[in-house]
């Protein structure tokens, strides 16, 4: 079954500090793996695309790792700041038939920096 | 990446009345996606639009339910039809300009349904 899990649920930092996301999946046949940025109330924004070869991306203070071998992969936010409060949710594409993908997201991360 | 005009962006609506949500894309696309969000869930895929085609349900969705129309390669609209209290979720539409390319997802901003 396909499934991507994401740890931990919740996490609470203070401004200014690192902190990193995991998310583990289980999808055959691996397409991509996104990270998407909610804020309340509003539609997800991709942060992040990485495909199997890829083991690395950043974007700005965002960097997420993929290892294919493992299935797992990681979102490491630096230098938080208040607006990066949101949800991080982690969403793996399978291929499907047509060549088109099915997105099989994970449950997210709810974020909270505070000051 | 494509851009998604979604709206209403919040309802709030009396149950057993239906409400029609709309998504317009800034370009052509193949295929556009329609998701719930729960409150404090993840997100759900509830159909695949195809324009020229019936819509294809996810499991637990039907289209007595959920009625989607998809007149053109920029436009579709979802409706929640008959509604309940249950149905008050976060509905969001999605595309991708080609299933094949890896391209991120675009999504909707969202409307937020309550049903009182």
């Known amino acids: 079954k396909n499934q991507v899990e994401q740890s931990p649920q919740s996490l609470i930092i203070l401004e200014g500090k690192n902190c990193t996301l995991q998310?583990?999946?289980?999808?055959?046949?691996?397409?991509?793996l996104r990270w998407y940025k909610q804020d309340t109330g509003r539609g997800p924004v991709s942060l992040t695309i990485m495909t199997f070869s890829e083991n690395t991306k950043s974007n700005g203070r965002y960097t997420a790792t993929l290892d294919a071998d493992t299935k797992q992969s990681s979102l490491h936010i630096t230098a938080s700041q208040l607006s990066d409060s949101a949800s991080y949710i982690c969403?793996?594409?399978?291929?499907?038939?047509?060549?088109?993908?099915?997105?099989?997201f994970g449950a997210g991360t709810r974020l909270a920096v505070h000051p | 990446s494509a851009v998604i005009s979604q709206k209403p962006s919040r309802d709030i609506c009396q149950r057993g009345t239906s409400l029609t949500i709309q998504c317009q894309v800034d370009?052509?696309?193949?295929?556009m996606f329609w998701y719930r969000q729960q409150p404090g869930q993840s997100l759900t895929l509830i159909a695949t639009a195809n324009q020229g085609s019936e819509a294809t349900y996810e499991s637990g969705f039907v289209i007595d339910k959920f009625p989607i129309s998809r007149p053109n390669l920029t436009f579709s609209t979802l409706t929640v039809s008959n509604m309940s209290p249950e149905d008050s979720s976060i509905y969001l539409c999605s595309v991708d300009s080609d299933g094949i390319r890896s391209d991120g997802y675009t999504f909707g901003s969202g409307t937020r349904l309550t049903v009182v």
């Open positions: 998310c583990n999946y289980t999808v055959s046949p691996f397409s991509n």
């Open positions: 969403v793996v594409s399978a291929r499907i038939s047509g060549g088109y993908n099915k997105l099989i």
């Open positions: 370009s052509q696309v193949t295929m």
